[in-house]
């Protein structure tokens, strides 16, 4: 059916809150519409509350529980290939949809014929799920979402280096996605959501890519999401090395390139060392993108982890604790 979209929801092991999100798509009035849910929990709660739940009319659900479990890319994966629409949208287990949020999109998608991919700005709400309207702002400005950007992108990779595709909430070519489809963690590190918007943007030709200066996501502050542990190691040394390679031609390109580089270039090193790539970790340190005095406690710390990750982590706890 080709004006079906499909919302595709990976998740994990955490039904409150998965609950909240396919609330919010029962409330987004497009038709028709499915919610495809890719399941890596390790336990039955979730397949049994779904199998109790009443839709509205013309919203079908399936679900999909792995057995074995993947990894949270394959998960998504997964949801690709399962999707019926002729595009989907990607939200995650603990984030939201506004209020009309896909209607929004849905709608621009119409206004734009070259477009492959729409998306909007997104609110960053508390673990609680309250609004945050300074950093909500902060975050889509930062991210370049904000009006002097609306409309068509010229280059849909600068867009994809700058992060202006969110980590979810877009309305995207269901064949697009499958053909570019999430690398995994072992390649990107956990950075698999932004390294698929980059790569997105590579695929497709100028104006593929629309931007609605409209908020329609909540992305959630969640304590247990990944990106948020401090006590794994998010693999930044693995993504920093990918971009580092991606070829860029114009000059918006090239800066995209370069700043992504220098946000991530100070974390990449550490993780570097403390996965034991002391090529890398030292590759980093010594470049432009570091971003950190080279005589410094910073700098000091990252070359105690390359000699030994051990000592570089008993050297962060006796910091912490003067």
């Known amino acids: 059916m080709d004006n079906l979209i499909s919302i595709c929801i990976p998740t994990y092991n955490r039904l409150p809150l998965l609950q909240e999100t396919i609330a919010s798509c029962l409330t ?3 038709r028709p519409l499915e919610i495809v849910i890719g399941d890596n929990s390790t336990n039955d709660i979730t397949e049994e509350y779904l199998q109790n739940l009443v839709l509205p009319d013309n919203i079908e659900l399936r679900y999909f529980h792995n ?3 993947c990894g949270p890319a394959m998960n ?3 949801l690709f290939d399962a999707a019926r629409g002729g595009r ?6 603990d984030d939201l949809l506004c209020e009309g949020g896909l209607d929004i999109l849905a ?6 014929p070259s477009a492959r991919c729409v998306y909007g700005n997104q609110y960053l709400i508390s673990q609680a799920g309250l609004v945050l309207p300074q950093k909500s702002e902060e975050l889509n400005v930062f991210y370049s979402r904000s009006k002097q950007f609306e409309g068509p992108q010229t280059s849909c990779l600068e867009a994809g280096l700058r992060q202006q595709v969110p980590n979810n909430g877009y309305l995207v070519e269901t064949a ?3 053909q570019v489809r999430y690398r995994t963690e072992a390649e990107v590190g956990h950075s698999v959501d932004t390294d698929f918007g980059i790569r997105l943007g590579a695929a497709v ?5 629309v931007y609605v200066n409209e908020y329609v996501s909540k992305n959630r502050e969640n304590e247990t999401s990944i990106m948020r542990l401090k006590s794994i190691n998010h693999g930044q040394h693995l993504f920093y090395r990918e971009v580092e390679k991606f070829p860029v031609s114009s000059p918006g390109e090239v800066a995209a390139k370069q700043e992504l580089l220098d946000r991530i270039g100070a974390i990449a090193s550490l993780d570097a060392a403390m996965a034991k790539d002391r090529k890398m970790a030292f590759h980093i340190l010594f470049s432009r993108h570091y ?3 080279i005589f410094s406690h910073w700098t000091l710390f990252r070359l105690l982890s390359i000699i030994s990750p051990n000592l570089g982590m008993a050297a962060g706890r006796l910091a912490r604790r003067s």
């Open 28 to 30: 987004q009035k497009y």
């Open 67 to 69: 057995r074995p479990t």
């Open 76 to 78: 998504v994966n997964r």
């Open 88 to 93: 989907l949208l990607l939200i995650h287990d």
């Open 107 to 112: 709608e621009c998608w119409e206004k734009h």
């Open 176 to 178: 697009l996605a499958r």
């Open 205 to 209: 030709e100028s104006g593929a890519f």
């Open 291 to 293: 971003g950190k005095p």
